[in-house]
Protein backbone atom coordinates (compact mmCIF):
# COMPACT_ATOMS: atom_id res chain seq x y z
CA UNK A 1 0.00 0.00 0.00
CA UNK A 2 2.58 2.53 0.88
CA UNK A 3 4.46 2.01 -2.41
CA UNK A 4 0.79 2.26 -4.09
CA UNK A 5 0.47 5.53 -2.26
CA UNK A 6 4.26 7.27 -3.10
CA UNK A 7 3.73 6.06 -6.51
CA UNK A 8 0.26 7.93 -6.58
CA UNK A 9 2.01 10.46 -4.95
CA UNK A 10 5.02 11.03 -7.76
CA UNK A 11 2.19 11.05 -10.36
CA UNK A 12 0.26 13.79 -8.81
CA UNK A 13 3.71 15.64 -8.42
CA UNK A 14 4.33 15.39 -12.14
CA UNK A 15 0.55 16.27 -13.70
CA UNK A 16 1.29 19.44 -11.43
CA UNK A 17 4.50 20.24 -12.89
CA UNK A 18 3.46 19.84 -16.71
CA UNK A 19 0.35 21.70 -15.55
CA UNK A 20 2.86 24.18 -14.34
CA UNK A 21 4.73 24.44 -17.29
CA UNK A 22 1.83 24.75 -19.85
CA UNK A 23 0.80 27.82 -18.21
CA UNK A 24 4.05 29.59 -17.75
CA UNK A 25 4.61 32.76 -20.13
CA UNK A 26 7.37 32.55 -22.31
CA UNK A 27 10.69 33.28 -20.85
CA UNK A 28 14.07 34.07 -22.66
CA UNK A 29 15.69 30.63 -21.40
CA UNK A 30 13.44 28.67 -22.88
CA UNK A 31 15.49 29.34 -25.89
CA UNK A 32 18.03 27.02 -24.68
CA UNK A 33 15.42 24.19 -23.84
CA UNK A 34 13.33 23.85 -26.95
CA UNK A 35 14.83 22.88 -30.25
CA UNK A 36 14.06 22.50 -34.04
CA UNK A 37 12.36 18.67 -33.41
CA UNK A 38 10.33 19.39 -30.00
CA UNK A 39 9.05 22.76 -30.56
CA UNK A 40 5.71 21.92 -32.35
CA UNK A 41 4.82 19.93 -28.68
CA UNK A 42 5.44 22.93 -26.96
CA UNK A 43 1.97 23.59 -24.80
CA UNK A 44 2.54 27.14 -25.32
CA UNK A 45 2.52 27.37 -28.93
CA UNK A 46 -0.79 25.60 -29.00
CA UNK A 47 -2.31 28.43 -27.04
CA UNK A 48 -5.28 30.28 -28.84
CA UNK A 49 -4.36 34.01 -29.79
CA UNK A 50 -6.27 36.67 -27.75
CA UNK A 51 -6.55 40.01 -29.66
CA UNK A 52 -6.76 42.06 -26.38
CA UNK A 53 -4.09 40.31 -24.66
CA UNK A 54 -1.19 38.95 -27.77
CA UNK A 55 1.97 37.30 -26.32
CA UNK A 56 4.53 39.26 -28.45
CA UNK A 57 7.68 36.87 -27.00
CA UNK A 58 5.75 34.29 -27.52
CA UNK A 59 4.26 34.80 -31.27
CA UNK A 60 8.43 35.59 -31.99
CA UNK A 61 9.78 32.70 -30.90
CA UNK A 62 7.34 30.57 -33.08
CA UNK A 63 8.21 32.43 -35.66
CA UNK A 64 11.81 31.73 -35.22
CA UNK A 65 11.69 28.13 -34.48
CA UNK A 66 9.23 27.89 -37.64
CA UNK A 67 11.56 29.42 -39.99
CA UNK A 68 14.39 27.58 -38.94
CA UNK A 69 12.50 24.01 -39.47
CA UNK A 70 11.95 25.84 -43.25
CA UNK A 71 15.99 25.74 -43.34
CA UNK A 72 16.39 22.31 -42.39
CA UNK A 73 14.21 21.11 -44.80
CA UNK A 74 16.27 22.59 -47.65
CA UNK A 75 19.43 21.23 -46.12
CA UNK A 76 20.47 24.26 -44.55
CA UNK A 77 21.76 24.77 -40.92
CA UNK A 78 19.80 26.08 -38.19
CA UNK A 79 20.41 29.97 -36.82
CA UNK A 80 21.26 30.87 -33.22
CA UNK A 81 18.79 33.52 -31.90
CA UNK A 82 20.08 36.90 -31.31
CA UNK A 83 17.69 39.33 -29.08
CA UNK A 84 19.13 42.18 -30.15
CA UNK A 85 17.96 41.12 -33.42
CA UNK A 86 14.50 40.63 -31.97
CA UNK A 87 14.38 43.92 -30.27
CA UNK A 88 15.07 45.28 -34.36
CA UNK A 89 12.46 42.88 -35.82
CA UNK A 90 9.65 44.13 -33.33
CA UNK A 91 10.50 48.12 -33.68
CA UNK A 92 10.82 47.76 -37.66
CA UNK A 93 7.04 46.17 -37.30
CA UNK A 94 5.51 48.47 -34.60
CA UNK A 95 7.03 51.36 -36.65
CA UNK A 96 5.60 49.86 -39.85
CA UNK A 97 2.44 49.78 -38.32
CA UNK A 98 2.05 52.92 -36.59
CA UNK A 99 3.48 55.22 -39.36
CA UNK A 100 1.69 53.28 -41.85
CA UNK A 101 4.23 52.61 -44.56
CA UNK A 102 5.53 49.01 -45.85
CA UNK A 103 9.01 48.90 -46.44
CA UNK A 104 13.12 48.27 -45.51
CA UNK A 105 13.70 51.93 -45.58
CA UNK A 106 11.69 53.93 -42.78
CA UNK A 107 10.03 57.44 -44.93
CA UNK A 108 9.08 58.74 -41.42
CA UNK A 109 12.03 58.55 -38.98
CA UNK A 110 15.25 59.54 -40.07
CA UNK A 111 17.14 57.78 -37.40
CA UNK A 112 15.38 54.30 -38.10
CA UNK A 113 15.27 54.54 -42.10
CA UNK A 114 17.94 51.78 -42.63
CA UNK A 115 18.46 47.97 -41.29
CA UNK A 116 22.10 49.77 -40.26
CA UNK A 117 20.34 52.66 -38.74
CA UNK A 118 17.55 50.50 -37.10
CA UNK A 119 20.38 48.11 -35.69
CA UNK A 120 22.52 50.45 -33.88
CA UNK A 121 19.46 51.33 -31.90
CA UNK A 122 19.06 47.84 -31.37
CA UNK A 123 22.65 47.51 -29.78
CA UNK A 124 24.71 45.89 -32.74
CA UNK A 125 27.67 47.39 -33.52
CA UNK A 126 28.44 45.14 -36.60
CA UNK A 127 25.42 45.26 -38.39
CA UNK A 128 25.42 42.66 -41.26
CA UNK A 129 21.44 42.15 -41.61
CA UNK A 130 19.38 41.15 -44.06
CA UNK A 131 15.75 41.65 -43.63
CA UNK A 132 12.41 39.78 -44.36
CA UNK A 133 8.99 42.27 -44.01
CA UNK A 134 5.43 40.71 -44.12
CA UNK A 135 1.82 42.13 -43.34
CA UNK A 136 -1.18 39.95 -43.53
CA UNK A 137 -4.98 41.29 -42.86
CA UNK A 138 -8.67 40.22 -42.76
CA UNK A 139 -7.88 36.84 -41.35
CA UNK A 140 -8.35 35.36 -37.52
CA UNK A 141 -5.97 32.71 -36.57
CA UNK A 142 -6.46 30.55 -33.96
CA UNK A 143 -3.08 29.68 -32.51
CA UNK A 144 0.53 31.45 -32.30
CA UNK A 145 1.72 28.14 -34.18
CA UNK A 146 -0.91 28.28 -37.21
CA UNK A 147 -0.08 32.18 -37.52
CA UNK A 148 3.96 31.45 -37.69
CA UNK A 149 3.26 28.80 -40.05
CA UNK A 150 1.70 31.40 -42.71
CA UNK A 151 3.57 33.74 -41.86
CA UNK A 152 6.40 31.62 -42.91
CA UNK A 153 4.85 29.96 -45.78
CA UNK A 154 4.01 33.41 -47.25
CA UNK A 155 8.10 34.21 -47.21
CA UNK A 156 8.80 30.71 -48.52
CA UNK A 157 6.07 31.25 -51.02
CA UNK A 158 7.66 34.70 -52.20
CA UNK A 159 11.10 34.43 -54.62
CA UNK A 160 12.86 37.14 -53.16
CA UNK A 161 12.10 36.62 -49.56
CA UNK A 162 12.99 33.19 -49.97
CA UNK A 163 16.39 34.16 -51.21
CA UNK A 164 16.77 35.71 -47.70
CA UNK A 165 15.20 32.99 -45.57
CA UNK A 166 17.47 30.63 -46.91
CA UNK A 167 20.78 32.54 -47.18
CA UNK A 168 23.87 30.24 -46.50
CA UNK A 169 25.73 33.50 -44.89
CA UNK A 170 23.18 33.66 -42.36
CA UNK A 171 24.29 32.82 -38.76
CA UNK A 172 21.40 34.75 -36.34
CA UNK A 173 18.12 35.56 -36.75
CA UNK A 174 15.78 37.29 -34.48
CA UNK A 175 11.85 37.55 -35.23
CA UNK A 176 9.42 40.76 -34.54
CA UNK A 177 5.63 41.12 -35.09
CA UNK A 178 2.81 43.48 -34.33
CA UNK A 179 -0.92 43.62 -34.68
CA UNK A 180 -2.42 46.56 -35.52
CA UNK A 181 -6.26 46.80 -35.37
CA UNK A 182 -6.70 50.49 -37.22
CA UNK A 183 -6.63 51.68 -40.78
CA UNK A 184 -3.41 50.84 -42.54
CA UNK A 185 -1.83 51.68 -45.98
CA UNK A 186 -5.32 53.48 -46.72
CA UNK A 187 -7.66 51.39 -48.48
CA UNK A 188 -5.63 48.64 -50.00
CA UNK A 189 -7.75 45.42 -50.47
CA UNK A 190 -6.04 43.68 -47.42
CA UNK A 191 -7.38 46.69 -45.62
CA UNK A 192 -10.84 46.27 -46.86
CA UNK A 193 -10.90 42.76 -45.94
CA UNK A 194 -10.89 43.97 -41.67
CA UNK A 195 -9.85 42.02 -38.82
CA UNK A 196 -6.55 43.89 -38.61
CA UNK A 197 -3.00 43.55 -39.14
CA UNK A 198 -0.34 41.40 -38.62
CA UNK A 199 3.53 42.79 -39.65
CA UNK A 200 5.84 40.88 -39.06
CA UNK A 201 9.91 41.19 -39.66
CA UNK A 202 12.70 38.93 -40.16
CA UNK A 203 16.06 40.31 -39.24
CA UNK A 204 19.18 37.49 -40.33
CA UNK A 205 22.44 38.46 -39.11
CA UNK A 206 25.33 37.52 -41.70
CA UNK A 207 28.93 36.55 -41.85
CA UNK A 208 29.80 37.24 -38.56
CA UNK A 209 27.78 37.23 -35.37
CA UNK A 210 26.52 39.94 -33.48
CA UNK A 211 28.55 42.36 -31.27
CA UNK A 212 25.89 44.25 -28.99
CA UNK A 213 26.08 46.39 -26.49
CA UNK A 214 22.92 47.61 -24.21
CA UNK A 215 20.14 48.59 -26.92
CA UNK A 216 18.21 52.31 -26.74
CA UNK A 217 15.07 50.22 -28.45
CA UNK A 218 12.96 47.74 -26.63
CA UNK A 219 10.98 44.89 -26.78
CA UNK A 220 7.55 44.40 -26.41
CA UNK A 221 7.57 43.40 -22.46
CA UNK A 222 9.80 46.09 -21.68
Known amino acids: MKRVGLSLFLFCCLLLHFDTCAQRKWKEELYEELNDKNFRDFKLFKKRIDLDKIEYPLLQAALFYVTNEAR ?3 GLSALEHQPNLEIMAYN ?3 AMAKGDFFDHEN ?3 KKRKTTNDRARLAGITNPSVGENIHATGGRQFGTYIELADEIVQSWIDSPPHRVTMYSPD ?14 WQNYKDVYKQGNGFWIA ?7 TKVVSEPSKDKGPNE
Open 92 to 94: HSV
Open 72 to 74: LEQ
Open 170 to 183: AVQLGCGIYYYDGK
Open 107 to 109: PKD
Open 201 to 207: TQNFQLF
